[in-house]
């Protein structure tokens, strides 16, 4: 029964893609058909599989329903996390979302879900990314104070919502925890943030987070074990498509 992790498949079978420059790289050519194969031969329906966020361009049911349709025809339990581009996702609603469901889809945000002797915990996240000023030589001389001020509320606002996934997955007796980013857990001026020092406060093992498109992006956040945790990029262009296997 392992644990896949996941994210950025930026489906849009049922709406039009409005997506950044790096999203029609090469990797992304027929992405869906390839993460599909690599699914079915990798997971087994017993496994989980940690969906990272920004599933769906689509804005309403309408546009997201054949994505959804496909995300359900994977192999394995899925559990989703919210990203940046999920409009269909209101935060309010997510008890809603594992409502309609009914165990088929869950979704997961100011909650956890059990794996093992594990909770899955997580949120949204975010980090500050900029607009930043750069010298000739690429480093980053300064940034939009401004911009920075409502990334640090943002942040705040994420961090209480993951305090509240870790704080009923201890309820529920959890004191293992495997935790779920889509955003960076850092900005790339940071070394740690209080995303990182929960994860350390809490005894998480793993941080596994997305949002990074493009190999100039990989390295915007930590990489490997700090501090006793380790960290992992998983969006699905770094992994070409491949999941990344967690926990076996």
Not at 110 to 125: E, I, M, Q, S
Not at 178 to 187: A, D, M, Q
Not at 191 to 196: A, G, L
Not at 209 to 215: F, V
Request: charged share 30%; proline share 4%.
């Amino acid at each position: 029964m392992p644990l896949y992790a996941i994210g950025d498949l930026h489906l849009h079978f049922g709406s039009v893609l409005k997506a950044p420059g790096q999203l029609t790289d090469l990797v992304w050519k027929n992405h869906e058909k390839r993460f599909a194969k690599n699914c079915a031969a990798l997971i087994r329906e017993d496994d989980t599989l940690v969906l990272l966020g920004d599933h769906s361009w689509g804005k309403n049911d309408a546009e997201c329903a054949p994505d959804f349709q496909y995300i359900e025809a994977l192999p394995g339990r899925k559990i989703l996390l919210r990203g940046n581009h999920d409009m269909f996702w209101d935060a309010k609603k997510t008890a809603a979302l594992n409502e309609r469901f009914g165990g088929r889809l869950h979704f997961l945000q100011n909650n956890f879900f059990p794996y093992r002797d594990y909770a899955l915990v997580g949120t949204k996240g975010f980090a500050f990314e900029g607009p930043f000023y750069v010298d000739r030589r690429g480093r980053v001389r300064g940034w939009d104070e401004e911009a920075a001020e409502r990334a640090k509320k943002l942040v705040e606002r994420e961090a209480e919502r993951l305090s509240a996934s870790f704080e009923e997955a201890d309820r529920a007796g959890y004191r293992k925890f495997i935790l779920f980013l889509h955003y960076p857990p850092t900005s790339i001026l940071e070394r740690e943030s209080v995303f990182t020092r929960m994860a350390k406060e809490w005894g998480a093992e793993q941080v596994i987070y997305a949002h990074c498109h493009g190999e100039s992006r990989f390295h915007d956040s930590l990489l490997g074990e700090v501090r006793g945790v380790r960290y992992s990029l998983a969006s699905g262009d770094f992994l070409n498509w491949m999941p990344m296997k967690a926990l076996d």
